[in-house]
C-alpha cells in the first residue's frame, strides 16, 4: 500500500478513536509520528496487520485526546517553554539550520514572506505548559510571525504577536 493511501488510512482510523480531535492535528501526527517514522509504519503494517490504534499509548494518547481549542493568541518569545525558546535562539529564528531540517532556508524565506502578526496564518500546534507554550509544529510560522515584533532589543522585549494555533489545554 503506498503512503497516501496509508495516510488516509491511519487518519481515518484515528479520527473515529478521538472524534474532538481537529483533523488538522491528526493529519499533522500522521505526518510526523508515524509515516515520518517508517520502523512505526513497519510495526503498524506487520505486526498489528495494519490497525494503527495499538501504537497509540502514552504520549500519543494524550496528545490525541485533547481537549484541542482553536485560538488567536498574543504571544511573544517569553510565552514558550524554555526548550522553544532555546531552540528558536539555536536555529537563530530561521538564520541557522542547527537541526538539519530539510529545505529550511526555503521554508524559512517562503513564511518570512507571508508573516503577518494579525492571526490570519495557517494554524501553529501548541501544548500548554506550566512552563509555558511547547511549540509542536508550525517552526518557520512561528519564528517569522515573532520576528515581525524584533524592535531592536533582545527576543523577550520583542512586541508581542497574534498567532493562529490549536492549542492542548
Not at 54 to 79: A, I
Request: glycine fraction near 8%; proline fraction near 5%.
Amino acid at each position: 500500500m503506498d503512503s497516501v493511501n496509508l495516510f488516509d488510512k491511519y487518519v481515518l482510523a484515528i479520527q473515529s478513536k478521538y472524534p474532538k480531535t481537529p483533523i488538522y492535528v491528526i493529519e499533522e501526527f500522521v505526518s510526523r509520528q508515524i509515516l515520518g517514522a517508517p520502523d512505526v509504519v513497519k510495526k503498524i503494517e506487520n505486526t498489528y496487520f495494519g490497525d494503527v490504534i495499538p501504537v497509540l499509548r502514552g504520549f500519543s494518547d494524550w496528545l490525541l485526546k485533547g481537549p484541542w481549542s482553536l485560538e488567536v493568541l498574543n504571544l511573544g518569545f517569553e510565552d514558550f517553554d524554555k526548550t522553544t525558546q532555546q531552540s528558536f535562539m539555536e536555529r537563530s529564528f530561521g538564520d541557522v539550520n542547527a537541526y538539519l531540517v530539510p529545505m529550511d532556508k526555503e521554508r524559512t524565506d517562503y513564511q518570512r514572506g507571508v508573516a503577518k502578526g494579525d492571526g490570519t496564518n495557517e494554524p501553529i500546534i501548541l501544548l500548554k505548559d506550566k512552563d509555558g507554550y511547547v511549540l509542536y509544529e508550525g517552526w518557520h510560522r512561528t519564528m517569522a510571525i515573532l520576528l515581525l515584533g524584533k524592535n531592536g532589543n533582545t527576543p523577550d522585549d520583542w512586541e508581542k504577536q497574534k498567532i493562529k494555533a490549536y492549542v492542548h489545554l
